[in-house]
């Protein structure tokens, strides 16, 4: 069963923006902290972006003024949201969950910048 499922993702040209969505389809009791990574082929998966239950958030330099990490907690829902893509940002991004049921994470939402 995927716990989280991620929406959004496509096919954008550099300098254009997207915005990917990630939702839990299932209860957790409490969610502490939720965040996109991305990953390419034959790399590691880096960490985009965090954002606590507090409303903190943190990103990785690369994206740092471009993204905008947000969260709904009534709707167990974590936003990315992506401008002035580059072709460096195409990746499956991933979306996470630190929940005090454990670790979660969807199976991921292709983003291709390209022109």
């Known amino acids: 069963q995927v716990q989280l499922v991620e929406s959004g993702g496509g096919l954008v040209q550099p300098g254009g923006s997207l915005r990917l969505s990630c939702a839990a389809s299932r209860t957790f009791f409490t969610i502490y902290t939720m965040g996109w990574y991305r990953q390419t082929p034959g790399k590691e998966r880096d960490l985009v972006a965090t954002?606590?239950?507090?409303?903190?958030?943190n990103y990785a330099d690369s994206v740092q003024g471009r993204f905008t990490i947000s969260r709904d907690n009534a709707k167990m829902t974590v936003y990315l949201q992506m401008n002035t893509l580059k072709p460096e940002d195409t990746a499956v991004y991933c979306c996470?969950?630190?929940?005090?049921?454990?670790?979660?994470w969807g199976q991921g939402t292709q983003v291709t910048v390209s022109s």
């Open positions: 996470t969950a630190i929940t005090s049921m454990g670790r979660y």
């Open positions: 954002i606590t239950s507090g409303g903190s958030t």
